[in-house]
């Protein structure tokens, strides 16, 4: 099993930046990817942003969503067990409920596929 839990949401105005953080606990030994997702009000989940496993000399290969590229971006410290999601220039339409994701495939967290998820962390962004 693996547990994780989001941080850093909170209430910006639209052109702002906030970034989220994910710990991840439990059987961190294996090398998941990791992701974000979102929710808006009256929504489904949608895919936000992923990254492949790093390791030292071998970056982690990253998949945004193309509504957040250019603005978003993802990271990861494997030695802390944390993936963070920088957003920048946020917009209105930004605001929803961001989840942190993990999996043993990038594909399959992209797709929200046999996912571990967190509780997630409110953004939002007023105009």
């Known amino acids: 099993q693996l547990q994780l839990v989001e941080s850093g949401g909170g209430l910006v105005q639209t052109g702002g930046s906030l970034r989220l953080s994910c710990a991840a606990s439990g059987r961190t030994s294996l090398h998941y990817a990791m992701g974000w997702f979102r929710q808006a009000p009256g929504k489904e989940r949608e895919f936000v942003a992923a990254?492949?496993?790093?390791?030292?000399?071998?970056?982690?290969?990253?998949n945004y969503a193309d509504s957040v590229k250019g603005r978003f971006t993802i990271s990861r410290d494997n030695a802390k067990n944390t993936v963070d999601l920088q957003m920048n220039s946020l917009k209105p339409e930004d605001t929803a409920i961001y989840y942190c994701a993990a999996g043993l495939q990038t594909r399959t967290v992209v797709a929200g596929i046999d996912n571990y998820w967190g509780r997630g962390t409110q953004v939002t962004v007023s105009s």
């Open positions: 990254m492949s496993w790093s390791s030292p000399g071998i970056a982690g290969i990253t």
